[in-house]
C-alpha cells in the first residue's frame, strides 16, 4: 500500500500549500479506506464465488462487456502507469545513491541506471505469479516504511538547521500556474493511493471457508496497511515541505544530501521497494497479455510465450521510461488519468450496483459516503491529467531526449 508516490507529497504540498495540501492527504486517506473496505466485502458477494480479478467484479456489477470494459482499461493503465514511474523512479533512486557514494560513478547519466533496473526487471519477470511474489513483496514493504522514515528524519534534521530560509507558500506565481499546479498535485496524491488496483488479485491467494472467510484476515491487514500509510505519508508529507518549502524536489529523497551516507541508503531502499513493486504491478499486465495471446491469437502456453511477452512488456515500460523520466507530472497525469477512478470511485459503483442499499438502512447511510467519493473522484479525474500533462511539457523543454 506504500507506495513510491509518497515521495511526491512533499512536492504536492508545496503545489497547494499547508493546509489545502493536508486536507488533500486527509481526504483521500479517509476515501480510499472506505472503498479498500467495499472492495474486500465484495470479493465474495456471491456465496461459494470468488471475484479474483478486478474486471471480473466489474462485469458481476455492470454486465459482461460493459463492466470488463469500463474496469479493464482503467486498471491496465493503474499497472502499466505505475511500472513506468517505478522504472523511472529506480534508476533515478540508483543514481542519487551513486552521486552520494562515488562521483565518478554519478556522472553516468540517468538512462543507464534505468536500462540496469530494467534489466533486473527481465529477470524478475519470469516469477510465474502472486504467490512466487511474497519474499519480493515483503522486501518491499519493510523497505518502503524505512525509506519513509529515514526520508522524515532526515528532513526535520535538515530543517531545524535551515528552516529561517525556506519559504512555505505555492511554489507558482502566476495564477495559471497556480491552478495547473493544483491539478497535478491533485493526480499526484491520488497516485500514492494505488493499491486497489491489485487488492482483488492479492485476495484471491488467501485461503476462505464459510467459517474464515478471505476478507477477515484481508481486512486485518488492509486496516493494519493503512496505518502504516497515514504514519509515512504525513510525516513525509508534512517534514518534508517544512525543511524545504517550495523548492522541494518531486523526490525529497533527492532534495536531501545529509547526512551522505544515510540518505544513500535510503535511495537504495527505494531502489530495491520498487524492484518489487513493479513486479507487483505488472503481475496482472502479464496475466491479461499471456491469456489475450493464448486465447485470442492461438499461441502455445509454456516458457518461450512467457519469456517474450514479458519480456516485451518490460522493455516498452523502460522505453517510456527513459523518453520521459518526469517523476513528478508523471505522478500527477497517471494518478488522475486513471488511479482516481480505481481507487475512489468504481469500487463505489460497483458497491451502489450490488448492495442496492434499502432507505435507512446501514448500507443506506453508507451510500452517501459513496456518492461523495464518487464526486471526488471523478473530479481528480478530470483536472489532474491536465496538470500532469502541463508539468511533463514545462520539464521536457529543458530536457534532451535519451541523454
Known amino acids: 500500500m506504500v507506495g513510491?508516490?509518497?515521495?511526491?507529497?512533499?512536492?504536492?504540498?508545496?503545489?497547494?500549500?499547508?493546509?489545502?495540501?493536508?486536507?488533500?492527504?486527509?481526504?483521500?486517506?479517509?476515501?480510499?479506506?472506505?472503498?479498500?473496505?467495499?472492495?474486500?466485502?465484495?470479493?465474495?458477494?456471491?456465496?461459494?464465488?470468488?471475484?479474483?480479478?478486478?474486471?471480473?467484479?466489474?462485469?458481476h456489477a455492470f454486465g459482461e462487456k460493459l463492466g470488463y470494459w469500463i474496469v479493464m482499461p482503467q486498471q491496465m493503465l493503474?499497472?502499466?502507469?505505475?511500472?513506468?514511474?517505478?522504472?523511472?523512479?529506480?534508476?533515478?533512486?540508483?543514481?542519487?545513491?551513486?552521486?552520494?557514494?562515488?562521483?565518478?560513478?554519478?556522472?553516468?547519466?540517468?538512462?543507464y541506471f534505468i536500462m540496469f533496473f530494467a534489466?533486473?526487471?527481465?529477470?524478475?519477470?519470469?516469477?510465474?505469479?502472486f504467490n512466487s511474489l511474497k519474499v519480493v513483496s515483503l522486501i518491499a514493504a519493510i523497505m518502503s516504511f524505512c525509506y519513509s522514515i529515514v526520508a522524515s528524519v532526515a528532513s526535520v534534521a535538515r530543517g531545524i538547521n535551515h528552516?529561517?530560509?525556506?519559504?512555505?507558500?505555492?511554489?507558482s506565481h502566476s495564477t495559471a500556474g497556480i491552478v495547473f499546479d493544483m491539478f497535478n498535485a491533485l493526480g499526484t496524491v491520488a497516485f500514492a493511493f494505488a493499491g486497489h488496483s491489485v487488492v482483488l488479485e492479492i485476495q484471491a491467494t488467501i485461503p476462505s471457508t464459510p467459517d474464515e472467510p478471505s476478507k477477515k484476515p484481508m481486512w486485518r491487514g488492509a486496516r493494519f496497511a493503512y496505518i502504516i500509510v497515514?504514519?509515512?505519508?504525513?510525516?513525509?508529507?508534512?517534514t518534508g515541505f517544512w525543511a524545504f518549502g517550495d523548492l522541494v524536489e518531486d523526490d525529497v529523497l533527492v532534495s536531501?544530501?545529509?547526512?551522505?551516507?544515510?540518505?544513500?541508503?535510503?535511495?537504495?531502499?527505494?531502489?530495491?521497494?520498487?524492484?518489487?513493486?513493479?513486479q507487483v504491478f505488472a503481475m496482472s499486465v502479464f496475466d491479461t497479455l499471456e491469456s489475450y495471446l493464448i486465447l485470442n491469437r492461438g499461441l502455445n502456453p509454456g516458457l518461450p510465450l512467457r519469456v517474450a511477452a514479458r519480456s516485451l512488456f518490460v522493455?516498452?515500460?523502460?522505453?517510456?521510461?527513459?523518453?520521459?523520466?518526469?517523476?513528478?507530472?508523471?505522478?500527477?497525469f497517471f494518478g488522475g488519468l486513471a488511479f482516481s477512478s480505481t481507487s475512489y470511485f468504481i469500487p463505489c459503483f460497483m458497491w451502489l450496483a450490488l448492495k442496492k442499499p434499502e432507505r435507512w438502512s446501514f448500507h443506506w447511510t453508507a451510500s452517501w459516503?459513496?456518492?461523495?467519493?464518487?464526486?471526488?473522484?471523478?473530479?481528480?479525474?478530470?483536472?489532474?491529467?491536465?496538470?500532469?500533462?502541463?508539468?511533463?511539457?514545462?520539464?521536457?523543454k529543458t530536457y534532451k531526449f535519451f541523454s
Open 4 to 59: 513510491a508516490g509518497v515521495l511526491g507529497l512533499p512536492f504536492a504540498m508545496s503545489q497547494l500549500g499547508w493546509v489545502p495540501g493536508i486536507a488533500a492527504i486527509a481526504v483521500s486517506w479517509v476515501v480510499t479506506y472506505y472503498s479498500l473496505w467495499q472492495m474486500i466485502e465484495l470479493h465474495e458477494h456471491v456465496p461459494g464465488k470468488r471475484f479474483d480479478r478486478y474486471p471480473e467484479l466489474g462485469q
Open 369 to 396: 459516503v459513496s456518492k461523495i467519493s464518487i464526486v471526488v473522484g471523478v473530479l481528480i479525474t478530470i483536472l489532474a491529467p491536465i496538470g500532469g500533462l502541463r508539468t511533463i511539457i514545462m520539464s521536457a
Open 78 to 111: 493503474v499497472q502499466v502507469g505505475s511500472c513506468i514511474v517505478y522504472m523511472v523512479t529506480g534508476g533515478k533512486s540508483l543514481k542519487k545513491c551513486a552521486v552520494l557514494l562515488s562521483a565518478q560513478i554519478g556522472s553516468i547519466p540517468q538512462t
Open 119 to 129: 534489466a533486473i526487471q527481465l529477470i524478475l519477470s519470469q516469477t510465474p505469479n
Open 230 to 238: 497515514a504514519i509515512c505519508y504525513f510525516s513525509v508529507s508534512i
Open 315 to 332: 522493455a516498452l515500460t523502460a522505453f517510456i521510461g527513459i523518453s520521459l523520466p518526469f517523476f513528478g507530472g508523471l505522478l500527477g
Open 163 to 171: 528552516h529561517q530560509h525556506v519559504r512555505h507558500g505555492i511554489r
Open 256 to 278: 536531501l544530501e545529509k547526512p551522505r551516507w544515510i540518505i544513500a541508503l535510503a535511495n537504495f531502499m527505494v531502489f530495491l521497494h520498487v524492484l518489487g513493486s513493479y
